[in-house]
C-alpha cells in the first residue's frame, strides 16, 4: 500500500457535532485511495443495512476509503430522525472532520440508503463531492405530500440510484446526470446484492476523477 493508504486505519470515531456525537466507522481501502464514499443509514435503521455493507465492500475493492456515519440521534438510542436540517449539519461536519489529515485532499462521492440518500444529495454541492450513491430514494412520501424529486435534482453531481422494482416510495427517473438501475426486491434492498454489487462497481469505476 502506498504512504496514504497506510494513514488510514479501520477504525470508530466519535465527532462532536451541533446535533451531539455521530458515529463513524471508517473503513480503509487496502489498495491505492482513489477517494472516500461516505454512506449513511435510512431513518429507523442502521449502518449494517445489507446494501450499505455491499456498496462498503465494492468501494473498497475499488480503491475508495469508506465511511459508515451514524446520525446523532442513533447514537443517543433514538429512532425517530432528527430534522432534516439538523440531520444535514451533523453530516456536514462530520464530512468537514474526515477530510482532513490522511483524508484531505481526496474526492468525496457522499450517499447512503433512503434518509441517507436525501441527505447526501442536499448537501452534496456544499460538500464539493464528485458523485451522489442513493439506495432506495424514498421517492413519493405518505399521504399525498410532494415529491422529493427536487432533492435528487438538487444535487447538482453525477447521482446513481439503486432502487427496488417494488419499492413502496416509487421509481425516480433518470436523467442525464441520473442513473436509475432497477434490482429485485423492495425498499429494503435485501433480495438482490449481487445487482446492487454490479450496478455501484460500473458507476464508481466511470466516475471522472473530479466534480
Same mark, same amino acid.
Given at each position: ?30 489498495? $491505492? ?44 438510542? /433514538? ?5 432534516? +436540517? ?6 456536514? $461536519? ?53 415529491? +422529493?424529486?427536487?432533492? =435528487? ?9 439503486? $432502487?427496488?422494482?417494488?419499492? /413502496? ?8 446526470? /441520473? ?13 438482490? $446484492? ?9 458507476? =464508481? ?7
Amino acid at each position: 500500500m502506498t504512504d496514504q493508504a497506510d494513514a488510514v486505519r479501520e477504525q470508530e470515531l466519535l465527532i462532536d457535532t451541533d446535533g451531539g456525537p455521530a458515529r463513524v466507522l471508517l473503513r480503509p481501502t487496502p489498495h $491505492q485511495p482513489r477517494g472516500l464514499l461516505m454512506l449513511g443509514h435510512g431513518a429507523g435503521g442502521g449502518v449494517g443495512a445489507p446494501d450499505l455493507l455491499t456498496a462498503t465492500g465494492v468501494a473498497g475493492d475499488l480503491g475508495w476509503h469508506v465511511a459508515l456515519v451514524e446520525q446523532p440521534y442513533r447514537v443517543a438510542g /433514538r429512532r425517530a430522525p432528527a430534522p432534516a +436540517r439538523q440531520l444535514d449539519t451533523a453530516w456536514t $461536519q462530520v464530512a468537514m472532520h474526515l477530510r482532513h489529515d490522511a483524508l484531505a485532499g481526496l474526492p468525496v462521492v457522499v450517499g447512503g440508503r433512503s434518509s441517507g440518500a436525501r441527505v447526501a444529495c442536499r448537501t452534496a454541492t456544499d460538500l464539493g463531492a464528485i458523485g451522489a450513491l442513493c439506495l432506495a430514494f424514498p421517492l413519493q412520501p405518505p399521504k399525498d405530500r410532494p415529491s +422529493r424529486l427536487p432533492e =435528487l435534482e438538487s444535487a447538482g453531481v453525477p447521482v446513481l440510484v439503486v $432502487q427496488g422494482e417494488r419499492d /413502496r416510495f416509487g421509481m425516480p427517473p433518470a436523467a442525464p446526470e /441520473r442513473t436509475v438501475v432497477t434490482v429485485a426486491g423492495d425498499h429494503s434492498l435485501k433480495k438482490d $446484492q449481487d445487482a446492487i454489487a454490479g450496478a455501484v462497481r460500473d458507476w =464508481l469505476t466511470g466516475l471522472p476523477a473530479s466534480a
